[in-house]
DNA sequence: CCGATAACTGACTGATGGTCACTTAATGAT
DNA sequence: ATCATTAAGTGACCATCAGTCAGTTATCGG
């Protein structure tokens, strides 16, 4: 349902306020690695400028939302995928589900590159710590399932390992995804050190985190 | 010796630059994870900004620059542990001696993490090719040394290996080192989760890497 | 239909990356 | 010692952009 040209109750603003995730959304994908201007992005959402400081006290707030919003539906995924196991579940599967949103969302993977350089920066720390919380609630609740269907973990374990793989796959990404010009220059012989192929090492990655459980 | 007013020779040329990286990575650690202005490194180095706009076509090329003197400082460090040695290496040695700089040197860590979403954005992509052209020789020249102290390595093997590891402690990194604010906050119960001991994940997690040569 | 509320606007400000016409330190020839 | 030449260095200037706020007007209850 399309949005009032003012929003008034609750649930119009959260509709506005993520339309105006889409537009950023849309406009980093366009661009290549910058973050796009508060200006365009509202642009592209229908708004004036001031409109998108209603709903966000900076930028960067923006995109930290955005990709708070995209790691949620991550852990939907996985969430699904342990689901639909109904019961216990192999590590090479649950790695399979854990790397298939990554794989299929590159851009949440470009975008969690800015987190901690950037989208951390110019927020207020209780902003930041909010969506940390959040997380944690999630990760929680996946990792006490998680627990349910994998034996051999320690209770806790499991939303660390969640984590851990999150970080290991941003910082493959970064090395797996140079800047598109870089990228064409990349193709030469002497330059092959630094082609990654970030499916492989991925899920080699994830596979060897999840199977220390074993030890 | 101190550079005369102007830099007509080549050595005076090169010193300059340093000057200029050098107050560059004074004003980056002192300020909180932002990179500093470059009329602030321009000041700091005692220049006009115009001038170090001589040295670097953009910002983000001096910072890069930096990166990679400091990484070049890394791969030395490296060196000297396994000349120390003299003949075999235990993978125990390699890796407190590989992650000894890392945690001895955290700021240039921090600019790491400025990497891929930043400092490789507004540089020409020769410039790009150019520092990772310079670091895969020195990579190639640490491998083959490697290569020489650790049975069992398939040649080329040691080079990726130390490219994972930085992968692996930037990724970490970023995990481990929230922004100032942030991390008081951190130390809530609740947000323990998110707490990372890097010195202890950084060694465990080389130390997995190397030993996957036994496999 | 009207008055009150607050969502929305966009001109404005300050900060900053990058440029370039101009200044002048350094050098070598006389 | 003096001068002409060269290019290192300068900083006023421009364009862009994050963030602000006084003013506008859509929306709704009475």
Redesign the interface.
């Known amino acids: 349902m399309a949005v009032a040209r003012r929003a008034r109750a609750d649930w119009q603003k959260q509709e506005r306020q993520r339309e105006i995730l889409l537009a950023a959304e849309a406009l980093f994908i366009g661009a290549?690695?910058?973050l796009p201007s508060v200006a365009a992005v509202a642009a592209r959402a229908g708004l004036a400028k001031g409109t998108v400081y209603l709903y966000f006290k900076t930028k960067e707030e923006v995109f930290l939302a955005l990709l708070n919003w995209r790691l949620g539906e991550w852990l939907d995924a996985v969430t699904e995928v342990l689901e639909a196991s109904k019961g216990p579940i192999s590590v090479d599967r649950l790695v399979a589900g854990t790397a298939d949103y990554l794989l299929n969302h590159p851009d949440t993977l470009r975008l969690a590159?800015?987190?901690?350089?950037?989208l951390?920066?110019n927020i207020?720390?209780?902003t930041?710590?909010g969506y940390?919380?959040a997380m944690?609630e999630r990760?929680a609740e996946l990792g006490a399932k998680t627990e349910g269907c994998l034996p051999g973990l320690v209770p806790?374990q499991a939303?660390?390992l969640y984590?851990q793989s999150?970080?290991?796959?941003?910082?493959?990404?970064?090395?797996a995804?140079?800047?598109e010009?870089?990228k064409?220059?990349?193709q030469r012989d002497?330059?092959a050190?630094?082609r990654v192929d970030f499916e492989t090492e991925l899920k080699a990655g994830l596979t060897?985190l999840w199977n220390?459980l074993d030890n």
């Open positions: 290549g690695g910058q590159s800015y987190g901690h350089s950037v951390e920066q207020e720390a209780e930041v710590i940390k919380l944690v990760l806790g939303s660390r984590l999150y970080a290991y796959a941003v910082g493959l990404w970064q090395m995804d140079p800047p010009a870089v064409a220059l990349l002497d330059l050190m630094f060897a220390a």
